[in-house]
C-alpha cells in the first residue's frame, strides 16, 4: 500500500517556474515507479513523465520535455517535479501516482493516486 498527497501548486505567470511535491508513505515506495499526470477541464487525465523505482530512468510527455524535470529521493519518500518556462497550456490539476510498470504512460497502470494539486498559468 502506498499513499501519496501531492503540493507546490499555485498561480504563476507564463514563463514561471514551479516545482510540485509528491510525499509518500508505505514500506514499498521506493519499489514502484512514479509518474505525474495532470488533468485539465474537459479533457483526458496526460501523461507528464515518470522515474523509476531508483530514479535511474526518467520518461517525459512531448509537451514538457525539455522544461519539466521529475527526480525523486527515496530516503525521504519524496518524488518532485519542477516546471520551467510555464505556459498557460500547462494549467492543470496535477497529480502523482505509483506503478509497477516502468515507462509507462497509461493511467490505468497506475495502482495509486494522490488527490492533486491546482497549477494555473497565467498569460
Known amino acids: 500500500q502506498v499513499q501519496l498527497v501531492e503540493s507546490g501548486g499555485g498561480l504563476v505567470q507564463a514563463g514561471g517556474s514551479l516545482t510540485l511535491s509528491c510525499a509518500a508513505s508505505?514500506?514499498?515506495?521506493?519499489?514502484?515507479?512514479v509518474g505525474w499526470f495532470r488533468q485539465a477541464p474537459g479533457k483526458e487525465r496526460e501523461f507528464v513523465a515518470q522515474?523509476?523505482?531508483?530514479?535511474?530512468?526518467?520518461y517525459y510527455g512531448d509537451s514538457v520535455k525539455g522544461r519539466f524535470t521529475i527526480s525523486r529521493d527515496n530516503v525521504k519518500k519524496m518524488v518532485y517535479l519542477r516546471m520551467n518556462s510555464l505556459k498557460p497550456e500547462d494549467t492543470a490539476v496535477y497529480y502523482c501516482?505509483?506503478?509497477?510498470?516502468?515507462?509507462?504512460?497509461?493511467?490505468?497502470?497506475?495502482?495509486?493516486w494522490g488527490q492533486g494539486t491546482q497549477v494555473t498559468v497565467s498569460s
Open positions: 522515474i523509476s523505482a531508483a530514479g535511474a530512468r526518467t
Open positions: 501516482a505509483a506503478s509497477r510498470e516502468s515507462g509507462s504512460v497509461l493511467v490505468s497502470t497506475y495502482n495509486y
Open positions: 508505505g514500506r514499498t515506495f521506493s519499489t514502484y515507479h
